[in-house]
């Protein structure tokens, strides 16, 4: 139980750091950072659900990613806004949550070898 706990923890500490790292760069040299920050994004996700194998684990990355982005998006007290509405900013806002639901939502897969 306290190694699912530390997993969780470690799943939305990496999402807070993906997340942010991507929303800062996700304007530059568009559209082909967009892309790769999104391939990032959806990456970390499945490589937490295939590796754990944990529906919870997987489910902490993706709120951590989801609620990084969705503060970044938010005006400062002086005005200026991380993630600016337009298109790059758009996809990128509606990518990760549409990413992140996907790689929550995925069906656990068994892979058992057949008799």
């Not at 499945?46 to 990084?68: E, N, P, Y």
């Not at 806004?81 to 639901?101: D, E, M």
Request: net charge neutral; proline share 3%.
């Amino acid at each position: 139980m306290v190694e699912r706990v530390i997993r969780v923890v470690q799943a939305f500490a990496g999402g807070v750091v993906i997340a942010a790292l991507a929303t800062v760069v996700h304007g530059e040299w568009s559209p082909w950072v967009l892309i790769a920050a999104l391939a990032t994004v959806s990456s970390y996700l499945i490589a937490l659900r295939i590796l754990w194998g944990d529906r919870m684990v997987a489910l902490s990355g993706a709120i951590a990613i989801v609620v990084t982005v969705f503060i970044f998006a938010q005006q400062s007290t002086g005005g200026s806004v991380l993630i600016q509405a337009n298109l790059p900013g758009n996809v990128w806002v509606f990518g990760t949550a549409v990413i992140a639901g996907l790689a929550s939502a995925w069906p656990e897969i068994s892979f058992r070898a057949r008799d």
